[in-house]
């Protein structure tokens, strides 16, 4: 039996429900009770992109026996002797690393929460980088659009070629006054993406459904 707060609205973070549902992980911590939802941006991808970032090329040059010896004449001659092809690879690995950590960063320090208020019908909503967060507050009947997306995916085989295309429907709701509509998750079924939507529907009452097929060229799975 789904877990529910205050509203009757069932609780996202109910395990039975999680157990259950096609929702793919990395979505935003939704969590109803004590007369308010919660929305928080979850920022464990940002910490494990940038930790990834920093510990590859950290255990590369701890693993080398001269970097150990003497640091600093280590890396001002890192390159020395270096083919150009093993200089590109090197400079072009040492660019995916930072390019990890730049992107981990900003996940980290973007911020996205919004809470709403079940018995005054309003949201308070922060967005932005810190410490230059914008706060946005407004009545639930503000809040007039939800957007369901088709995303499709090709993913490579591990032994070579083309799997079969992925599909999956991602949620997302504006807020007005905020540039970036808020992500509340990604669902590999259409349907459960559209019975999430109508939890939205109980708490902000103009809710419309804006639908949008990012791959019209590729049939939909349940076609």
Known sequence: ????????????????????????????????????????????????????????????????QRFRRDPWAYLSGAFDGFGSGMTVMAAAGALLCLLLTVYGAFWLFW??????NLHTHRLRFRTGFWPWIKTIETSTREVEAIHLSRIVRNPMRPTGGRAPNWESWEVRLHIPGSAEPLFLGEWGLRREALEEIEQWKKIFPRLTLDERDLRPDVPRADE
């Not at 911020?111 to 709403?116: D, E, I, K, M, S």
């Open 111 to 116: 911020t996205r929460h919004l809470v709403v």
């Open 1 to 64: 039996m789904k877990r529910t707060g205050t509203s009757g609205i069932p609780d996202p973070s109910d395990p039975d429900r999680r157990n259950h549902s096609s929702r793919q992980p990395g979505g935003a911590s939704v969590v109803v009770g004590a007369g308010e939802v919660r929305v928080v941006q979850r920022k464990l991808v940002g910490l494990i992109l940038a930790a990834f970032g920093v510990a590859m090329p950290a255990l590369v040059l701890v693993s080398e």
